[in-house]
């Protein structure tokens, strides 16, 4: 089924195949048997909150589909054009509509190889914008915009937040550092340390004084007796007469030439060859040194073969993988072996008790996005934590990548619960001071019982507060 956005009744939308959609739709109201969804919008900023709201809905099968703008004119705004996946004078149009047949047919395709599209809901914007990537088979190329502070935008991947801001550049260092994705230069640019903001003036100012209004003119050096002064002593009676040996100046490179400028203070009179360079964001206001600023270099983003596999199968293997250096994880079924012969000796012995944890960091993409490629830092600080706590003796596993399970042998669950709080805490503290949104933890202790399995143990631990 293809699905029609628009303020205004079209007569594409009578056409078999296509309906139309109310443009204030709620976001869970979106359809998931869509193939495409056409837009009609007279405004660019209605077009682009519909493609937010697309893009923002929660399953693959309808946040990865392909949006095409219906729009005859030839000029549109550049955010928008970068943002959808092409555009169609009408949805009848058979100029166009061949070559964008052909690349929904290919992106639908590999929408519908991935696993649990219309039943697993994805909320990590670094496996939405990998995927995106995947089925479409393009670079993520910035585009120089004033519709945001920051100066170039990545217009199609923003939509998958729910504003632009500094967050998107955080993922997508973080990606590349992980070797998900590779890049290729596209420019450099200085950007405001304190908001993050593109447009800075460049200033000269006086080393003395620091005021910006200052006087520039020539330097000139008279050949034949060797004096140099600013222009304005030349002058005189508007002819160029040397104020030391009294002759006129007639021809440059002849009697004299201009080898500099000076710069004077119209504030405190001080003279200068070397005005002090500053930079003042328009955004805030802050004046900082150009060395002082965040210098960054803006790229276009590409795939690679191991960002291709975390695109299909996830990403449990970034987050995992730092862990696994310090805590070693093995895998669920081998932990399951483990957990049924602990509950068995248990059961025979009847000596001793011992517990399991779970403890989930359940928006741990917010470390993504607000630490972009300092990320791997700060989960190798996490891992360090969950060393400090659990003891060589214990077996740790994970079921997804933010979702922890561990077994702790001789351990009744009081002394689980301990254990569990210190390690809670000791995150909070770290990520306190660091995120400017709290990761939500959950967490649940339970002590072995001989009469349920393994599988029946950690359901009843996931079953109510996990998902």
């Given amino acids: 089924m293809r699905y029609l956005f628009s303020y205004e009744h079209s007569s594409g939308a009578d056409k078999a195949g296509v309906k139309q959609l109310d443009p204030v739709l ?7 048997d869509g193939q495409v969804f056409f837009i009609e919008m007279k405004e660019s900023r209605h077009a682009l909150d519909l493609c937010r709201l697309i893009r923002g809905h929660a399953m693959p099968a309808v946040h990865l589909r392909p949006i095409v703008l219906l729009d005859r004119r030839q000029e549109i705004d550049r955010q928008l054009r970068a943002a959808v996946d092409g555009q169609l004078s009408a949805i009848s149009d058979s100029g166009s509509a061949g070559q964008i047949e052909e690349f929904i047919g290919m992106v639908n395709r590999k929408i519908e190889s991935l696993p649990g599209i219309f039943d697993v809901p994805v909320s990590n914007i670094a496996l939405k914008v990998l995927r995106f990537l995947f089925v479409r088979e393009k670079r993520a190329i910035p585009v120089k915009t004033v519709a945001t502070r920051y100066g170039f935008s990545y217009p199609d991947l923003e939509l998958f937040l729910q504003k632009a801001d500094e967050s998107l550049f955080g993922v997508l260092d973080f990606l590349k550092q992980q070797c998900l994705l590779t890049t290729d230069f596209v420019e450099k640019a200085y950007f405001c340390n304190q ?30 007796c060797a004096f140099v002064a600013p222009a304005t002593e030349f002058q005189r009676n508007g002819q160029l007469i040397c104020p030391k040996c009294e002759q006129k100046l007639n021809d440059i490179g002849v009697d004299f030439d201009k ?83 602990e509950i068995s000796r248990i059961h025979r012995y009847k000596k001793s008790q011992s517990s399991l944890i779970l403890f989930q960091m359940s928006n741990l993409d917010r470390i993504y996005l607000e630490f972009g490629s300092q990320a791997k830092e700060i989960f190798g600080e996490l891992s360090t934590i969950f060393t400090s706590i659990l003891r060589d003796s214990d077996v740790v596993t994970s079921l997804t990548e933010s979702i922890f399970l561990a077994l702790l042998v001789e351990t009744p669950e009081n002394g689980a619960k301990n254990a569990l709080k210190r390690l809670s805490d000791q995150i909070d503290q770290l990520l306190a001071t660091n995120l400017q949104e709290e990761l939500d933890i959950v967490t649940q202790v339970f002590e072995l019982q001989p009469e349920l399995t393994p599988e029946e143990t950690i359901s009843r631990m996931t079953e109510d507060d996990v998902s």
């Fill in 26 to 32: 709620p976001v869970s109201q979106l359809p998931l």
């Fill in 195 to 224: 908001c993050g903001s593109a447009f800075l003036n460049f200033l000269e100012q006086c080393p003395h004084c620091q005021s910006a209004d200052l006087a520039v003119e020539d330097l000139v050096h008279h050949f034949k």
């Fill in 259 to 341: 080898p500099s400028i000076v710069y004077t203070c119209n504030e405190c009179s001080h003279v200068t060859q070397e005005p002090e360079v500053m930079t003042a964001c328009y955004n805030c206001g802050k004046k900082a040194l150009p060395e002082n600023q965040v210098h960054r270099t803006m790229y276009a983003y590409t795939l690679t073969g191991l960002g291709e596999n975390c695109a299909v199968y996830g990403l449990e293997s970034l987050f995992r993988n730092v862990l696994d250096k310090s805590v070693p994880l093995i895998p669920y079924e081998s932990f399951l072996s483990i957990l049924r012969m």
